[in-house]
């Protein structure tokens, strides 16, 4: 391994703060965190870059701390993608072999994996991630490691994730001009994921939900298979706005209020205490009870948890998550909201530290769950590494998985898919379950919807 292949760089582009982040693996298998920063992120709205100045600048802010914290001069990243427009489908491809006598090679599980980048996407979208689920040969189903087996005809299950063209192309834009590279771009929940769950949790069904500041990401696992990805577009920002508009106080002290003093559930809450808030321009200060402002919460978290519950129900998992689920993201560290999210869901609810993967000295300051997806993508990047030096001798499906190519290279080349395609294999079509989870999500953002400060 050369000194270039020895660390990963990585930049969380979130909707409250943009963190760069800098790691190695040690001689266990272990991270260790070279280097954190973060800076306010100005020009991100739920997940989506809307500013390319004001993001750019939080960017060379903290990547500048970051290799002066460190000590490493890096100039390629992997970043992190979420957002509204985020959605997934389902699909089968097939591929027919010349001699059924001779054995599966790497070199065509790849080609089947590149020929579902050929899949028709709306306008204006493109794919993003293609995550192989699992694989059938000669209609035996249930392959996890089809390498080295004989057969005619290779097909398999795929997970597709698609997002939208602009929304990546102002991602690339911003690395570029903070003088970057882009390596890779990752899903954010996929990260998250990567971070906070055991191998256990994946085997026995789970679901992440990953709640930020602008958007709550959802990913459903079962038997180690990554089945359903949703990015919903409402985090901890809605309920600021909610605690600020009720109680008619700054956007600053409702978030203060939120974290300090907030909890999800508004009938433990005491009565009787208060907390001062200062008037504004020197007018009188405000009381807000304890009470009250964990009803603002509790109201705004559990219309959250319907959705998130319509996401779990939309997987077709819904009844096979034994593992319940596990909670991460700045917005997990509410308090009481494990026990709300447990009597919404009737599901097993922990909360998600990424320090299963971290060492060295500096893992106390980063176990924390707002930077689960930001070591995530330090993971994500050493198993991209991995993927291009090592040969494939296991043949897993989570060994194929492979990612968008950096949108500004990529043309709009009219290429002749070599593979056939199948229907979808769930019952519900991919793109009937797609259109009705827009729909309620269409629904839920006119409820949802809050006036949005301008940027400048």
Partial sequence: MNSKEQYVAAIDIGTTKIVAIVGRKNENGKIEILGLSKAPSKGVKRGVVQNIEETVNAIQTTVEDVQKRSGVMFSEVFVGIAGQHIKSLKTRGYIMRDSFEDEIKKEEVFRLIEDMYKIHVDIGEEIIHVIPQIFIIDNETGIKSPIGICGRR??????????????????????????????????????????????????????????????????????????????????????????????????????????????????????????SIPGISGRNPKEISFRSLAYIIQSRMEEIIDIVSFEIQNSGYADKLAAGMVITGGGAMLKHLPQLMKFKTAMDVRIGYPNEHLAGNGRNEINQPMYATSVGLIIRGFEHLETYRKSFNAGRAEDFVRTRKPVIEKETEKVVPEAAYDEPVEETTAEEKVSLTEKIKNMLSKMFEVEDTKIS
């Fill in 154 to 275: 290779l097909e398999a299950n795929f997970h597709i994730v698609i997002g939208q063209v602009a929304a990546a192309k102002n991602i690339e834009k911003c690395i570029n001009r903070a003088d970057l590279t882009l390596k890779d771009l990752i899903l954010e929940p996929l990260a998250s994921a990567d971070a906070v769950l055991t191998d256990d949790e994946k085997e026995a069904g789970v679901v992440l939900v990953d709640i930020g500041g602008g958007t709550t990401d959802i990913a459903v696992y079962y038997d180690n298979i990554i089945r359903h990805t949703a990015v919903i577009p409402f985090g901890g920002n809605v309920i600021t706005k909610d605690i600020k508009e009720g109680c008619a106080i700054l956007d600053r002290h409702a978030e203060q209020l939120k974290i300090q003093y907030g909890s999800a559930l508004g009938d433990i809450a005491p009565e009787d205490k208060v907390v």
